[in-house]
């Protein structure tokens, strides 16, 4: 089963950067796409960033192109989101998400799409 384990959540300031990190426990994610998404209480869920299974596709909303680079290493079964340029609205819980894929060219920022979820990490910009 695959567990997804999400890390480098924090508080900073606008301007910032940080990284978050997702690892997985019990499955190799050579073959999942991976996607980070986040959300604000009291608001959906929204797709941030996806990454293929072999790396080659990446995706990015319009709202983080630009400041956000997602990345994997494979070696160390885990997905990178570096975060750049941070500002106030990037606020929220982030969570990285996988759904088994063979296609290299197979990315998604749709929710319905994932099948395995993290418990998130929380980001906070403010001064």
Avoid: H
Wanted: charged fraction near 20%; aromatic fraction near 12%; hydrophobic fraction near 30%.
């Amino acid at each position: 089963q695959l567990e997804l384990v999400e890390s480098g959540g924090g508080l900073v300031q606008p301007g910032g950067s940080l990284r978050l990190s997702c690892a997985a426990f019990g499955l190799t994610l050579d073959y999942y796409a991976i996607g980070w998404f986040r959300q604000v209480p009291g608001k959906e869920r929204e797709g941030v960033s996806c990454i293929s299974s072999r790396g080659g596709t990446t995706a990015y909303a319009d709202s983080v192109k630009g400041r956000f680079t997602i990345s994997r290493d494979f070696a160390k079964n885990t997905v990178y989101l570096q975060m750049d340029s941070l500002k106030p609205g990037d606020t929220a819980n982030y969570y990285c998400a996988a759904v088994e894929s063979l296609y290299n060219d197979y990315v998604s920022l749709r929710e319905t799409d994932f099948r395995s979820w993290g418990q998130g990490t929380q980001v906070t910009v403010s001064s």
